[in-house]
C-alpha cells in the first residue's frame, strides 16, 4: 500500500511525502520547506523522485528548485499556473493522469484560490491531495477565482466517493470550525464535529486529514447548495451563496 508521511512545517503547514515501497519512489505534495522535505525523507530513508505542485504560491512551490538540484527529481504543476512555479518538467489539466509507480493520480481542477490550483485523487488508495483549494471545515481564499470557478471546483471535490480522506495542506481548522458553526448554528453534525476539533487542539494533534463525507455534511463552503445554507446566506442560488460565506469568513 501506499504510504502517506505527514508532517508540519513552517507556521501551519503540512508538508507531505508520497511513498510507493513497490517501486520505490516518493512524492512530494508540494514543497512549503526544501530543507524540512529533505530531512523528513531522509530519516524515512526514502528517495524523492517527484514533486506534484498544486498551486503557484511559494508555501507551497517555494521549495521546488533546492529539491530538486539535490534529488533530479521530475516536477509536475498545473499548467494554468506552471509559469510562476520553479523547475517544472510537466503541466496538468483536469483529466490528465500522473503516476507514481502502478498508482494512478486523476488531476481535477480545483481553480479559485488561484486560477490554476489543481488537487491530486488516488481513487485505488481513496485519497486526495486538494492543497488550498478546501480545507477541513474551510475552503481557500478567493485570491485569483471568481465565485462561479470556485464553486464549481469545490462541486468536482463534492462528487468523489465519500470516503475519500482530503489532505489539506493547513491546519486552520479551529478557526473553521469557529466560522462553521456561526453560519449553520443548527447543524448538529457539526457541532459534534466542532467539539472534536476542540479535542484535538487540546491534545495538540493534527485534525487533517478529514473525510470527505463529514465535510459534506458538515462544510459550510460545500454546502452552499443546502437550502437552510442558502436561505441564511444566499437566497437560493449556490454560487451567491458560496460568495456571500466566503466574503463573510474574509473579515470573520
Not at 510562476?84 to 481535477?108: E, N, S, Y
Not at 437552510?228 to 470573520?252: H, I, M, P, Y
Amino acid at each position: 500500500m501506499l504510504e502517506v508521511h505527514q508532517f508540519p512545517c513552517l507556521s501551519d503547514n503540512y508538508g507531505y511525502l508520497l511513498h510507493d515501497p513497490v517501486s520505490g519512489e516518493t512524492a512530494c505534495i508540494d514543497t512549503p520547506d526544501a530543507d524540512e522535505y529533505l530531512r523528513q525523507a531522509g530519516h524515512k530513508g526514502w528517495q524523492i523522485t517527484q514533486i506534484w505542485n498544486t498551486h503557484w504560491h511559494p508555501d507551497h512551490a517555494g521549495g521546488n528548485g533546492a529539491i530538486k538540484g539535490v534529488t533530479g527529481c521530475k516536477v509536475t504543476a498545473p499548467t494554468g499556473d506552471a509559469g510562476k512555479i520553479a523547475g517544472v518538467d510537466r503541466t496538468v489539466d483536469q483529466g490528465d493522469v500522473v503516476m507514481l509507480g502502478d498508482w494512478q493520480a486523476r488531476v481535477i481542477d480545483v481553480g479559485g484560490h488561484t486560477l490554476g490550483h489543481c488537487a491530486y485523487h488516488l481513487p485505488e488508495a481513496r485519497i486526495a491531495f486538494v492543497g488550498d483549494s478546501v480545507f477541513a471545515l474551510g475552503c481557500g481564499r478567493m485570491f485569483e477565482g471568481q465565485p462561479a470557478q470556485f464553486w464549481a471546483s469545490l462541486q468536482r471535490i463534492k462528487a468523489l466517493p465519500g470516503d475519500t480522506m482530503l489532505y489539506c495542506a493547513h491546519e486552520y481548522t479551529a478557526a473553521n470550525a469557529r466560522f462553521a458553526v456561526h453560519a449553520d448554528p443548527d447543524n448538529a453534525e457539526l457541532a459534534a464535529y466542532a467539539a472534536d476539533v476542540d479535542r484535538a487542539g487540546a491534545a495538540g494533534l493534527p485534525t487533517v486529514p478529514t473525510k470527505l463525507g463529514r465535510e459534506l455534511l458538515t462544510n459550510p463552503f460545500l454546502r452552499a447548495d443546502d437550502p437552510a445554507l442558502q436561505a441564511r446566506w444566499g437566497g437560493g442560488d449556490a454560487v451567491a451563496t458560496f460568495a456571500a460565506l466566503r466574503e463573510a469568513k474574509n473579515s470573520f
